[in-house]
């Protein structure tokens, strides 16, 4: 198969999906595929509310349509439009359910509707994070079956990792080097210079979809483990009376000291793949003690944070339940929109068991999409004075608050969870 013939379509239009479809557009002849129509609408006015696209290079990719058969970038979210394609890339999320489980659905949908319309020859590479093996074992099973074609045969798969670093505006898709990989090595050729045609930072192509897909897998799990360590410390810190920033600052002079910060960890990523790995070590017999042990400590950082305010409001004599707490930001990071998998929202549901009144305030976040997953409402601006604020979210805006104006009087908390204010106006940080 000539890369020159190849027609593209991106599957899920989301952080992953969008930018991938945008920078294969300007090669290729693309669809840009969602189900979600709203999405679609807004794509084709040019509007991303993830703010992850390049809106220059998505108009000039979209206005290639009209001028060269080959390339150009179109969006739909009409099946059908998606029988004229050679080469299916799946972007779709993959969750964890509520017992930390992987959730699978949106991936073997994704993979049930494009069984329903590939041909003999057809390509289809996933992009969503996965535990060593699924591609094989949990998708290809459900492509022969709407299919009727036999893999590796009749259709080929490929598999490479996406590396998206959501609100990161200096390694964007390009300057990442590309994992790939192929179920044949024929495939992986092609998969491999079907991506370095669009990745300046070049590939790494991997010996087989498993290892691609296990690579994925450790690289935020490692990410996990690490942070873990410096939130125990935090712990352990935090009862010593000692700051751990400033421990973190004095080791971090030796040069092979890895400084990691302690802090909330969640997101689509490094708060959810230390789940796929483990569920696929433990359909194997094997209980991991390591990453599980990371991940306990990490999923139980909001509630520290939500127990320490309440122990500082104790201590300056405000009555806990009548209290007035102000938490900055929802999304699991700085400076984007993405609010998935915040931890955030372990904080807000901690406090709320005291019965403290909490108010969420965040300039990125769709106030809709807070409402319809964690079912908070988020306050249009700030006008109330709280006994204690947190500072949840490192948003740039936060920055230029006038803090001291915000408090109800000089015994009100504030309390830093990311280290990012002036230490001399707080009361407490991580």
Known sequence: MLLQNLKIAIIGLGYVGLPLAIEFGKKFKVLGFDIDQNRINEL?????????????????????????????????????????????????????????????????????????????????????????????????????????????????????????????????????????????????????????????????????????EASKAIENAQRDVNISFVNELALIFDRMGIDTNDVLEAAGTKWNFLKYKPG???????????????????????????????????????????????????????????????????????NCPDIRNSKVIDIVRELEQFNINVEVFDPHADKQEVVEEYGINLIDSIKSAYDGIILAVAHQEFLELELDQLKSSDSSVLFDTKAFLDRSIIDARL
């Open 44 to 212: 084709n006015s040019l509007i991303d509310r993830t703010n992850e696209a390049d809106l220059v290079g998505m108009k000039y990719a979209m206005e290639l349509v009209k001028t060269d058969d080959s390339k150009g970038l179109s969006f739909s979210a009409n099946n059908d439009e998606l029988k004229n394609n050679n080469v299916f890339i799946v972007t779709v999320p993959t969750p964890i359910n509520q017992f930390k489980a992987p959730d699978l659905t949106p991936l073997l949908k994704a993979s049930e509707m494009i069984g329903k319309i590939i041909k003999k020859g057809d390509i289809i590479i996933y992009e969503s994070t996965v535990y060593p093996g699924c591609t094989e074992e949990d998708c290809v099973p459900v492509l022969e079956k709407f299919s009727g074609l036999k893999f590796n045969v009749d259709f080929f798969c490929g598999y490479s990792p996406e590396r998206i670093n959501p609100g990161d505006k200096v390694n964007t898709l390009t300057k990442i080097k590309k994992v790939t990989s192929g179920s044949t090595p024929e495939i992986a050729e092609i998969v491999d210079s079907l991506y370095k045609s669009i990745i300046q930072a070049g590939t790494h192509k991997a010996p087989s979809l498993k290892v691609a």
């Open 264 to 334: 909330l960890v969640g997101g689509h990523c490094i708060g959810v793949d230390p789940y796929y790995l483990a569920h696929k070590a433990e359909s194997l017999g094997y209980h991991p003690q390591v990453i599980l042990s990371g991940r306990r400590v990490n999923d139980n950082m909001g509630m520290f944070v939500a127990n320490k305010l309440v122990k500082l409001l104790i201590a300056k004599n405000h009555v806990i339940a009548k209290s007035n707490v102000l938490v900055l930001g929802i999304t699991f990071k700085e």
